[in-house]
């Protein structure tokens, strides 16, 4: 949540918004230039999640970005 939303908890008097999810697909784009990362905008409540062939590979790549983005890594 934190790293969607840039909140810990859900404010008491809910977002402005719907938290929703998006997926990094573009065909139009090449696939070794594509981002295997996940991205969130916080001020729209927006994840936006990579394409994996493999559930291996997108949960290394969803843990990496998520952990080594700045001050989301935090326990």
Do not use: Q, W
Not at 2 to 17: D, Q, R, S, Y
Not at 25 to 38: C, K, L, M, N
Request: aromatic fraction near 10%; glycine fraction near 6%; include cysteine.
């Amino acid at each position: 949540m934190v790293f969607a939303t840039a909140l810990e908890k859900i404010p008491p008097v809910g977002f402005n918004t719907s938290p929703s999810l998006e997926f990094l697909h573009d065909p139009e784009i090449d696939e070794r230039v594509r981002s295997p990362f996940p991205k969130a905008n916080t001020c729209a409540c927006i994840l936006k999640l990579p394409i994996h062939t493999s559930y291996e590979s997108f949960k290394e790549k969803m843990e990496f970005g998520i952990l080594s983005a700045a001050g989301f890594g935090r326990g």
